[in-house]
């Protein structure tokens, strides 16, 4: 269970705040992943990175900005976020970009 | 662009019963099909994956078949009991590598 750790857990910020989350993986996988999961909607891959580099954005807004500075921590840092971000942040790895994926705890997000 | 649908949405059987969820997929490039489970404030686990070379896979009480002529796929689970009861999601990655997941299925097992 301690495989991928993600901090904090909870998050409650305003609109005007910036805040980070971060992803830490112990499993010597090379490939991390950022997902968003909202209520009643599928889960949604926001960010992709294979060996630190960004592989994948997908079309999500410029006010989550992802940072992979080694393959074993992802950030995903928060500014100018709008009530409907409120969701739970999900970090997965695997260990190459086209394997099983293993999900971290997520944090859960709410802006007020 | 991958369109996964996933039916039904909730499910709802009896402790000893079998459940059966099934997606579906537009791309037939799509190549490898894993199924998580979610159990309440917890994240998803693999529990079970398909290539698309394989047309089923078993471990234990679970099941997954893959039809890709019709482009399903299928998750069988059987002797269902309590702690099975969670929302259960099917994912298939297409030949880009990407992933792209189901809406989801809430499995509810009666004790």
């Known amino acids: 269970e301690t495989g991928v750790t993600q901090t904090p857990r909870h998050l409650v910020m305003g609109m005007t705040n910036k805040k980070s989350l971060k992803c830490e993986q112990h499993?010597?996988?090379?490939?991390m992943y950022w997902y968003k999961q909202s209520a009643k909607k599928p889960l949604e891959l926001m960010f992709v990175?294979?060996?630190?580099?960004?592989?994948e954005n997908n079309s999500v807004p410029s006010r989550f900005s992802p940072e992979c500075p080694n393959s074993s921590h992802l950030f995903l840092h928060l500014h100018t976020l709008q009530p409907e971000d409120s969701a739970l942040y999900l970090c997965?790895?695997?260990?190459?970009?086209?394997?099983?994926?293993?999900f971290g705890p997520g944090t859960r997000l709410t802006v007020t | 662009g991958e369109n996964v649908e996933q039916h039904p949405s909730t499910l709802s059987v009896q402790e000893g019963d079998s459940a059966v969820i099934k997606c579906t997929y537009s791309d037939s490039a799509s190549n490898y099909f894993p199924w998580y489970k979610q159990e309440l404030g917890k994240r998803p686990q693999l529990i079970i994956d398909?290539?698309?070379?394989?047309g089923e896979k078993k471990d234990q009480r679970i099941a997954v078949t893959l039809n890709k002529t019709a482009k399903h796929f299928s998750l069988h689970i059987t002797e269902t009991q309590p702690e099975d009861s969670a929302v259960y999601f099917c994912?298939?990655?297409?030949?880009?590598?990407?992933?792209?997941f189901g809406s989801g299925t809430k499995l509810n097992v009666k004790p």
């Open positions: 398909i290539r698309s070379n394989v």
């Open positions: 994912a298939a990655r297409d030949n880009f590598n990407k992933f792209y």
């Open positions: 997965a790895s695997s260990p190459e970009r086209d394997y099983e994926q293993y």
């Open positions: 499993l010597g996988h090379n490939a």
């Open positions: 990175y294979n060996f630190k580099e960004q592989t």
